[in-house]
């Protein structure tokens, strides 16, 4: 708790020195954004659909970069090659002393979301991951909260070792493909962001209809946006006002809808506590 | 029963049959070549993806990346979207301790499972496995496996890593061959189907004078020659069948020259039997007939005849007159002196027929052709020309045509007398030449007897023919050559 409060502090601080610093960068300066797979990122037409209304509300040229790991993204993130990221709350706490928060999206009504333990939909024995011992499992990315961090809780939780729980494990890299991986069979259980499997179950109800939740965890800090070192205070502001206004805009509501979001919300680092426990917890075990 | 199928159809059979077995021959071999070219295909496609896969394997075998190789597995299915595509049935990665490491049908052949467990056929792979591995793509076909299997090895650096299965269902092959050799039935009825009418007429062209030349053989013999009437067309150039028909017909036309000139024997060695019967008569009537008129003679000039007497022998001798004329007129005397014939001889005869002629109205188309003197009896010609005139001028009847033709050709003197009477029948032909034979009530049927007796008397002929149209009497009379020299 107190290490946080220090990093947070400390990370307040870098913030408003940087501002000065880098205020002299061209408005019109490119403004490089991250992706990773904490939603469906395999909309292309959305993307560019999304960067076209931000570059217009911001008046300048944006760069959307995807990766196929939170893990390049972070990379790129720290060695100021991005300005600001969509990522996951676990590395975000991480790397909290290099990051600043942006902006948090909604899901329904609060800037909340739940891993959800999922098996295939044929499986109805399956009632919790202590079932799953000696199974094969599907996990999403070793960089994210709900589909690696919240089950190694749950397998310490259960007094297990968490190398030797399952027969063996593997990582997809997104969250939609750990829902495929589970569907096909290719693993018995999965762990997945339950904001993904949700949309998942709208988008492609065939593949989502052949998993079952096993369980829902309880509820994290959603994948927040961040800021690097390299962003300027303004853009970092200007992009933060354009996201907090996009669910008073019809075309910014339309493109929220696509994305199943309510819309992005000013949060403090303290919402991320409940993911700062598990990293506390896996730690100390 | 084919045996006794006419050639008419049985050798259009025969070229359609063999037109199918050709058909059959040429797709059958096609088929076969198809056959072992799909199969190459596939396992050099098959072959080829086992290589292209266990390269793109290898870097995540290496990582342990299970969704990376699930990922590179499912590529060629993901693009099963092109009709025909090579489909792997069955895509499975071993690892190094032969577990399945990932598969393209988790739910079948789970992680981590064993390859003896799954089914019989990978338990029958799995004991394949263990021959020794080379780094080419090994093809596994034919019994107990019911699948193609391309087994390839995933390695990095000389160390095996891992091992490819991919299983093709024999199906894509019988189902791509099946589709072929369907089109090639079709093609091959096709073909059929337009060459058998080429075949038919072919056949019937070939059949068709065999046919009717062994239809009018099996008439032979049992009709005779002369009513032997057969529609033979004669056949161009000198193939066989032409050889064969132009032998047949000259064949026919020799039988029936035969049967005529035996028919003519015949009849001629009956005139001449019945001219020795005939003489043989005639002398024995002539010399009690000589005798029985010296006595009316002797009679009459030395006795002194009562009247009942005399007419009793005036009686008699008018009929023995008239039987010595008889007599005579039967026995034709051949050798008689006279001049040689002129030119005048031959129009003194139609000034004596003109009369009866012009009597009926007859008209008589005349050719003397001769010129100068011709070494035959005079008298003996005239009697022949006369009696054919007189024949035809009765046979014509009122109002009727005649046409005489006298002439010589290479020593032979040719008559010809033609009549426009009715067509007289074989049988009165056969006989005509008989003495006392007679078509009309008039004459003693003798003119022709006597005119046939002169002729072969002369050793020359005489024939007759008698068509719808006319009746026509030819005499040749060879003229004696030793006398002309």
């Known amino acids: 708790m107190k290490r946080r409060t220090l990093l947070a502090a400390f990370l307040a601080a870098g913030a408003t020195g940087s501002l000065g610093l880098r205020s002299v960068q061209a408005k019109t300066g490119q403004m490089r954004i991250g992706i990773t797979p904490v939603f469906l990122d395999n909309q292309t037409g959305f993307i560019d659909r999304w960067r076209g209304y931000l570059e217009s509300r911001l008046d300048r040229p944006i ?6 790991t939170y893990r390049q993204i972070m990379d790129m993130l720290l060695g100021d090659e991005l300005d600001f990221a969509w990522i996951c709350g676990y590395p975000y706490l991480r790397y909290q002393h290099a990051l600043e928060l942006v902006a948090v999206p909604l899901y329904h009504g609060e800037p909340l979301y739940q891993s959800y333990l999922i098996v295939h939909a044929d499986d109805r024995r399956t009632g919790s991951i202590a079932d799953l011992k000696g199974r094969v499992f599907a996990y999403s990315d070793p960089d994210s909260n709900s589909g690696f961090l919240v089950p190694q809780y749950q397998i310490s939780a259960l007094g297990e070792d968490r190398e030797t729980f399952f027969r063996k494990s593997f990582f997809t890299w997104a969250h939609e493909k750990v829902v495929t991986a589970v569907a096909t069979g290719l693993a018995d259980g999965g762990a997945v962001d339950g904001y993904v499997w949700d ?3 709208v988008r492609n109800p065939e593949l989502a209809g052949r998993t079952r939740i096993v369980s829902k965890s309880r509820k994290f800090g959603f994948p927040p946006i961040v800021a690097s070192r390299t962003a300027q205070r303004g853009d970092t502001l200007a992009l933060k006002q354009t996201l907090f206004g996009m669910a008073n805009d019809p075309e910014g509501v339309l493109l929220l809808r696509e994305l199943n979001l309510d819309g992005f919300s000013e949060q403090d680092i303290a919402l991320f506590n409940g993911i700062g426990d598990l990293i506390d917890a896996l730690s100390m075990g | 029963m084919l045996d006794n199928l006419s050639l008419r ?31 190459e295909d596939l396992k050099l496609s098959s072959a080829n993806m086992g290589r292209i896969l266990s ?42 301790n032969r577990q399945i490491y990932v598969s393209t049908k988790p739910d079948q052949y789970p992680i981590l499972s064993e390859l003896d467990s799954a089914d019989d056929e990978l338990a029958a792979l799995s004991r394949k496995l263990d021959d020794a591995l080379s780094l080419e793509p090994q093809l596994i076909t034919g019994p107990p496996f019911r699948n193609l299997y391309v087994i390839t090895p995933i390695e990095s650096d000389g160390v095996l890593l891992g091992t490819l299965i991919m299983g093709y269902s024999e199906e894509i092959f019988t189902q791509r061959f099946t589709t072929f050799a369907g089109r090639a039935a079709l093609t091959t009825l096709l073909i059929f189907v337009l060459l058998v009418p080429v075949a038919a007429y072919w056949g019937r062209h070939f059949a068709e004078p065999l046919v009717d030349l062994a239809s009018c053989m099996s008439r032979v013999g049992s009709e005779t020659a002369e009513s032997l009437e057969c529609d033979l067309l004669e056949i161009r150039g000198n193939d066989e069948l032409a050889q064969l028909n132009r032998q047949f017909r000259l064949m026919l036309a020799e039988l029936r020259d035969k049967a005529d000139l035996e028919r003519q024997m015949v009849a001629a060695e009956r005139l001449a039997a019945i001219g020795r019967f005939t003489a043989g008569i005639a002398h024995e009537i002539n010399n009690p007939l000589g005798g029985m008129l010296n006595a009316t003679n002797t009679l009459r000039r030395h006795g002194k005849l009562d009247p009942l007497t005399a007419k009793t022998v005036n009686l008699l001798e008018r009929g023995l007159m008239q039987i010595r004329d008889t007599v005579s007129a039967l026995l034709v005397e051949a050798k008689t002196e006279s001049h040689p014939l002129t030119h005048q001889d031959v129009d003194d005869t139609r000034t004596l027929v003109t009369p009866v002629a012009a009597g009926l109205s007859v008209q008589i188309d005349w050719h003397n052709e001769l010129t100068g003197e011709i070494e035959l009896a005079s008298t003996l010609v005239r009697q022949v020309l006369l009696n054919l005139l007189l024949n035809a001028i009765q046979a014509t009847g009122e109002k009727g045509q005649i046409a005489c033709s006298v002439r010589c050709v290479n020593d032979t003197l040719c008559i010809e007398v033609r009549n426009s009477g009715e067509q007289m029948s074989d049988e009165t032909i056969a006989h005509l030449f008989e003495p006392f034979v007679t078509g009309h009530d008039s004459g003693r049927g003798l003119g022709l007897w006597v005119t046939y007796q002169i002729v072969t008397g002369l050793n020359g002929t005489i024939e007759v023919s008698s068509g719808r149209a006319d009746t026509l009497f030819s005499v040749h009379l060879p003229l004696p050559l030793q006398e002309a020299a």
Not at chain 2, 78 to 91: D, E, F, H, R
Request: charged share 20%.
């Open chain 2, 9 to 39: 159809h049985k050798i259009p059979l025969r070229i359609a049959l063999l037109i199918l077995l050709v058909a059959v021959a040429v797709s059958g071999s096609i088929l076969l070549r198809a056959h072992e070219v799909f199969e």
């Open chain 1, 63 to 68: 760069v959307f970069k995807q990766r196929s």
């Open chain 2, 55 to 96: 390269r793109s394997l290898t870097s995540a075998l290496l990582h342990d990346d299970v969704w990376r190789a699930y990922e590179v597995i499912n590529t060629p299915s993901s693009l099963s979207g092109t009709q025909g595509a090579l489909q792997a049935k069955i895509v499975l990665v071993l690892d190094r």
């Open chain 1, 199 to 201: 949309t998942l179950a």
